[in-house]
């Protein structure tokens, strides 16, 4: 029998296969986490701006879950200061051993975790970010390239930028934007990567927390569906774009990128998330708990939906995604 595929990076990080969950805010809960992990891929709970109580209960039922390495994602420049300082310090008396940053490179965050002994997985969008967070101590870069959906940091193709992260890395790169399939996955390690990060391909689960509403617009999305788009900003830095699925608040800009200000948007409640007003231009995509218009939210989706045609359990997926892997590699007369 053949062994699963592995790479150098499923040993540093403790997984079976070289998946990894992406930490998808508001999404990436216990419950999808523990069914990747279960199918030997690499969990990450999105946790970008919550509280630290939600995180301790969410790291906790991980735990009880699946007993494997996870990392919990946070995001420094979208975080108000102090709730950060209690999210890692809430994170590392848990004992929490691993996590990943995204967008701009704060070296104080992963200063602290690193000197707790911590690993860090760094998303990036530029080589130059790479080279910054490669400096401030990172363990593992994913380079997110311009298919990803939600937050998207950079501009350039995924297999370009991999290509160019990967040249002038010396710690492993991870590929991330509009993957979903085992051709995908075969692509990114030909660039030189040594695994692959997944976000809508798990968000079209059973066990993923988004709404499904959500799951199913991304089901029945093709790539030409998804925009780039700033005018989701609020509770994020200013400028900041996105891929979703073209909506009612988006169609009117267009596909192109407008420069928001998000001190000029209008705040109008458009839906409740446990009792929490979401407002219409925020960055909040539709939860299983969330009411009002969804249509109108973010709805996040990368490039690569046209192969996500079901909503179908996060371990069948990741054993397919790693199937057809193999079956190319085979064909191809080549394994790592």
């Known amino acids: 029998m053949t062994p699963p595929l592995r790479t ?15 930490g998808m805010g508001g ?32 790291v906790t039922a991980l735990r009880a879950a699946m007993p494997r390495p996870f990392a919990v994602n946070l995001i420094p420049a979208a975080t108000e200061p102090g709730l950060l300082d209690r999210q890692i310090g809430t994170c590392l008396d848990l ?121 199913d617009r991304v089901v029945a999305a093709h790539a030409t569906d998804t925009l780039r788009t700033d005018i989701f900003v609020l509770n994020w ?3 900041a774009a996105v891929r979703v699925i073209a909506n009612s608040t988006t169609r009117p800009l267009g596909h192109r990128l407008t420069g928001h200000d998000p001190a000029a948007l209008p705040r109008e409640v458009i839906a409740q998330e446990d009792g929490r007003p979401i407002l219409r231009y925020s960055t909040d995509s539709p939860l299983r708990t969330t009411t009002g218009d969804l249509e109108a939210m973010a709805l996040f989706a990368g490039q690569g939906v046209d192969a996500i045609t079901a909503v179908i359990p996060a371990g069948d997926r990741l054993r397919r995604i790693m199937a057809e892997a193999e079956a190319i590699l085979t064909r191809l007369g080549t394994r790592p």
């Open 8 to 22: 150098p990076l499923c040993d540093l990080l403790g997984c079976d296969v070289p998946v990894l969950l992406a």
């Open 237 to 239: 830095p200013a400028h």
């Open 95 to 215: 004992g929490v051993g691993a996590f990943s940053f995204f967008w701009d490179v704060v070296p104080a965050a992963l200063a602290r975790v690193k000197a707790a002994g911590a690993q860090v997985i760094h998303q990036v969008g530029t080589p130059e970010a790479a080279r910054m967070a490669q400096d401030a101590g990172a363990d593992v870069l994913v380079a997110q390239g311009a298919e990803a959906g939600g937050h998207v940091h950079g501009e350039t193709g995924l297999l370009a930028l991999v290509e160019t992260v990967a040249r002038a890395a010396w710690v492993p790169v991870v590929a991330s934007g509009g993957i979903g399939t085992g051709a995908g996955l075969v692509a990114a390690l030909a660039a030189g990567a040594q695994g692959v990060q997944c976000g809508t391909a798990f968000l079209a689960t059973p066990e993923s927390f988004a709404h499904d509403y959500h799951k």
């Open 27 to 58: 999404v990436a809960r216990w419950e999808l986490a523990a069914a990747v992990a279960a199918a030997g891929g690499y969990p990450q709970l999105g946790m970008v701006r919550e509280d630290p109580a939600l995180i301790a209960r969410e």
